[in-house]
Structure formats: C-alpha cells, structure tokens
C-alpha cells in the first residue's frame, strides 16, 4: 500500500512547515505556498511526511493512501 | 440582463415530418421570439415524457434504462468541461442514500446566453429535464438553480413549476434557488456549498458532490442545457440523438453568438457545424474579424487566419487548442485591440477568483499586472518567460478549475495575436488602444455576496 501528499489549497496560509519537514518533496513558490512533487512516498518519507502533516498550523497537508480518485 | 430573441440554425433541411426529426432544430423547437412556451404548447411540441408509473421497483428498472440509453446517445456536459453525463447519473443512482438533481443555470459566464434562454423561454423543456434525470437516478428533489440576474428566467421557470402542479402529475419536489452572480458560483461544489448554507464558492474535494453534496445526499449537478438533452433522449432514444454531431460529440449544442454580428443570439448547432455556416445563420459579420473567443472566458483565442477552417465540435477544436465550453463563440473585430482586452480580462479573471487559494489569488493577479505591463509597453526583457513561469505556478493549483480556465484565454491570445503583442511590447499602447472594450466585463459582486436560496411559492 502506498501513501501520498497533498495540499488542501483552500486550507493553505503559507506557512511553509511541510516545506521545512518534507524538503525531499516540497519546494515553495514566490508566494510561500508548496509546490509537491507528485507521487508516492519513498521509505523515510512516509514518516517525514506524517511529521509534516501533523505540524502544519491549518492541517492543509494530507498524507493519504493511494487510490482512485473520482471527478464530476 | 434579457436574452436577446433566439433564433435556429438549420443545417439540414426539416422534412416535414417530425418529431423526432433528425433535423434542428431540437431544443429549440416551438421556441417563441416573446415568452415562455405553456405545458400544453411544450407537450403539443413533444409529446408526453414517457416512464413513470408502476411501483417503486418498476421505477428503478425504467430509471437504469434511461442512464443506459443517455451513454448509448454519447451526451456530454454543456457546461463546460464536456464530462459524460450518463457517468454521474450512474454514482448518483448507485449511492445507497436517495439522491437530489441541481440543474445549473447559474451561467455566470458574461458572453453566454443560452441557460437563461432555456429557463425565460422554454421552462417546461427543463422541468423535463429535470424530472427525467430524477427518475433515472432515484432522487426526490429538484433543485433549479438560477442566477439572480435572470430576473425572466426566474420568474418563467417559477410559473412552470406552479403550472406542473397543477397538472396533478406524479412529480419529485421542485424548488427554485437564486444563485449570485460573480463567475465562480456556477462552479459544482460551489453550488452545493450555497444550497448548504455557506457562501457560494468552491470547496476542496473530494468528496465530490455526486458523493456527497447537498444536505449530504449524493447530487447530480448537471447544466441546464444538459438536462434539456435527456428529455429529448427519454422521449425520442439514443439512435436519434446521435442522428446528429460527431461520433465522439454526438447531438446538438447550443451556442451565444456575440460581436461584430448581424444577429447576435443564441443558436442551436449541430456539433461539428462549421464556424462559418453559424455566422452566416448570424447574418454575418458586420466588420472584419481579429479572431474568435470559442468556449467562453475559459475558452481559447483562434486568430483570423484560423478561422476559415474552424469546426464547433471538440474534437475539431482540439489542434487549435480550444473546445466548445460552455457554447460561447464570441467574434472580436478588426478594430479593437487583442492586447488591450487580454490585459483588461486578465484583471477581471483575477477579481473572479474566489480568493481562497494562494497560488489563484497571487498568481492570476501577477499575470492580470504583467499582461497590463505588456499592453503599455513597459514591461522589459524576460517578460516571455515570466509568463510562462506564472502560468505553470497557476496551474493545477485551486481547489476548482478557474485558475486553470483563466489560463487558457490569456495563453491562447499570445498565440493568436503574437505581432500584436511584440508590437506592444516593443512600442507601447497601438491606436486601437483608446477605443471602446469589446468584451463583456461585468461588474460582478465579490465573491462572499449572499444572495439566499429562494424556495418557490408551493
């Protein structure tokens, strides 16, 4: 089973922890905002990502297992 | 704001004999140049909407087998991202809870007419529609969202939803909702947002709201026009529908028709009709064309020396890097500068956005200054590449599609206008600068206005 990151754009006030904690994945823009790097997590980056996760101030970083994603 | 009178393209010759005639036009039949068609004129139009009746069973079954000749027909969205629609009938109807139908005319797009021309004109079509689709997917509840400028289209689609009552048929709930008008309302789950109570913008998903949308059931949001096509579907089946169009964009399409035009209005289409039979239905073009915006404010710029070959379908859209949208073919003229609308529609994409999200926010407004910057010359080397760097900062990147569909028109008109824009770059303002906008920018109100959910009198 594999995880991935993702941003809820909505929740996201640039506070540039997830940057701090997943670098290996996440780089900020010219606003602050992250930029991922999609796919699915490597070996430590699980848990960098989860510590990430768990730190950012408005909960806008989601670690998530993969799955099919519907649309409308 | 009243739609002009709409008015038919007939590509084929009509028989004589009809319905269902495999000629246009289809939705617009019977349409009158004043006022809305009665129940009884729309019903002596196209008959009675077969199914109902039988037990809940029976209902069930009938409802499969209109989701099944809808993706037998091929019809996709009309709203504009062409999503086949049989495929979210189908995750409504599968949903354990008991669904709720939103038809969606909150057409916020300035250059599109053709939602409220269906709702002031034709209100027994989308009731059809409407109540069609509930059947299909097992809901109980109809929900008519239009916008709050449509002052006719309310008032028509208020007088039909009385008018059905009063026929005493078996009927799923109907209600009316007005909806505000600023660009982004029309968006799904911003929609949904609204009918639950919040303000109307979009929503980070999933869940999407064919999972989980209004009061938590699972919703088929589908356009208005959409909806219009599945009561012809129920009535007349998927051979006839696909009689006309393309094998991948089967059926007819409506279109607004705007700009230096003979006629403006909207006009109903076979899809893959040629550009420049619709004009000539338009009664031509009354000045020389610069290009064309097809799909609307998240469609794409064709420049003049495209145009002659330019067909209305998706699929003969695609190499010029656009598609139909929301139906919008809107023509600028010779005199008016390309250069000058794209730096002004740039700034108001930008004031549309919902301001939620950070790269839309900040970056839709980087691209609105630097494209003004370009338009007056002022904006110095490397302004290429600054753009390219905003637009891939841009994309991808909401929580809805508007940051993307904004991109298109911009990027499209760099493409299409590229000597405009290096003279531009190169010498400042042209002399067609200083002329009167051609596109419509309305004022909108800002995204957080709450205009309520307006429940029609029972």
Same mark, same amino acid.
């Not at chain 2, 108001?348 to 839709?364: I, K, M, N, Y």
């Given at each position: 089973?594999?995880?991935?990151?993702?941003?809820?754009?909505?929740?996201?006030?640039?506070?540039?922890?997830?940057?701090?904690?997943?670098?290996?994945?996440?780089?900020?823009?010219?606003?602050?905002y992250p930029m991922l790097e999609e796919g699915p997590l490597h070996g430590s980056q699980l848990e960098h990502a989860l510590r990430a996760a768990r730190a950012c101030p408005t909960f806008a970083l989601l670690v998530e297992r993969e799955r099919g994603r519907g649309r409308g | 704001m009243s739609a002009s009178s709409p008015t038919i393209l007939e590509t084929r010759p009509v028989d004589g004999v009809q319905p269902p005639a495999p000629a246009l036009p289809r939705l617009l039949s019977g349409i009158r140049a004043q006022g809305a068609l009665s129940l009884d004129e729309h019903l002596a139009v196209h008959g009675p909407l077969p199914g109902g009746g039988g037990g809940r069973r029976r209902a069930r079954e009938h409802g499969m087998m209109l989701i099944a000749e809808v993706e037998r027909a091929g019809l996709l969205g009309h709203g504009g991202a062409a999503f086949p629609t049989a495929t979210k009938m189908r995750a409504v109807a599968s949903a354990r809870r008991r669904g709720i139908v939103v038809v969606n005319a909150a057409e916020g797009e300035p250059a599109s007419l053709k939602?409220?021309?269906?709702?002031?004109?034709?209100?027994? *079509?989308?009731?059809?529609?409407?109540i069609a689709a509930a059947e299909a997917v097992g809901a109980d509840e109809v929900i008519v969202c239009a916008c709050e400028s449509a002052d006719v289209g309310i008032e028509s689609v208020a007088r039909a939803i009385e008018e059905r009552r009063a026929s005493s048929e078996r009927l799923p709930g109907l209600r009316l909702a007005t909806v505000p008008g600023h660009y982004v309302a029309g968006q799904e789950s911003a929609l949904v947002n609204f009918l639950n109570g919040g303000p109307a913008k979009p929503t980070f998903t999933p869940p999407m709201p064919f999972e989980r949308g209004v009061a938590q059931r699972p919703t088929l949001v589908n356009n208005v026009e959409t909806l219009a096509h599945v009561a012809l579907i129920a009535r007349y089946g998927a051979a006839w529908f696909r009689e006309l169009g393309t094998p991948t964009q089967p059926g007819s399409a409506l279109v607004t028709l705007s700009g230096p035009i003979a006629h403006p209005g909207v006009y109903e289409i076979e899809h893959g009709a040629s550009l420049a039979s619709l004009i000539r239905a338009g009664g031509g073009a009354t000045a020389r064309v610069r290009g064309a915006l097809i799909g609307g404010y998240a469609g794409s710029w064709v420049g003049a020396a495209?145009?002659?070959?330019?067909a209305l379908s998706n699929e003969h859209l695609a190499p010029h890097g656009a598609s139909l949208g929301a139906g919008v073919v809107l023509l600028l003229s010779e005199a008016a500068c390309p250069v000058g609308e794209t730096a002004?529609?740039?700034?108001?994409?930008?004031?549309?956005?919902?301001?939620?999200?950070?790269?839309?926010?900040?970056? *839709?407004?980087?691209?609105?200054?630097?494209?003004?910057?370009?338009?007056?010359?002022?904006a110095g080397a490397g302004v290429a590449q600054r753009i390219d760097r905003l637009a891939s900062l841009v994309a991808r990147r909401g929580a809805c599609g508007h940051p993307d569909g904004a991109l298109n028109p911009l990027l499209s008109a760099l493409d299409a206008f590229q000597a405009e824009f290096a003279d531009h770059a190169r010498h400042g303002p042209c002399a067609a600068c200083s002329r009167p906008a051609e596109l419509p920018l309305p004022d909108r109100p800002p995204s957080d206005a709450t205009s309520r959910d307006r429940p029609s009198r029972a």
């Open positions: 089973m594999s995880h991935r990151v993702r941003v809820n754009p909505i929740a996201c006030e640039a506070h540039g922890m997830c940057a701090e904690l997943l670098p290996e994945r996440i780089v900020l823009d010219e606003w602050g | 939602d409220r021309t269906l709702l002031e004109s034709l209100p027994q *079509l989308v009731l059809d529609g409407a495209q145009l002659d070959g330019v002004r529609l740039a700034r108001w994409l930008a004031d549309q956005s919902a301001h939620q999200c950070g790269p839309c926010v900040h970056g *839709l407004d980087a691209l609105a200054g630097t494209l003004a910057e370009l338009a007056g010359g002022i």
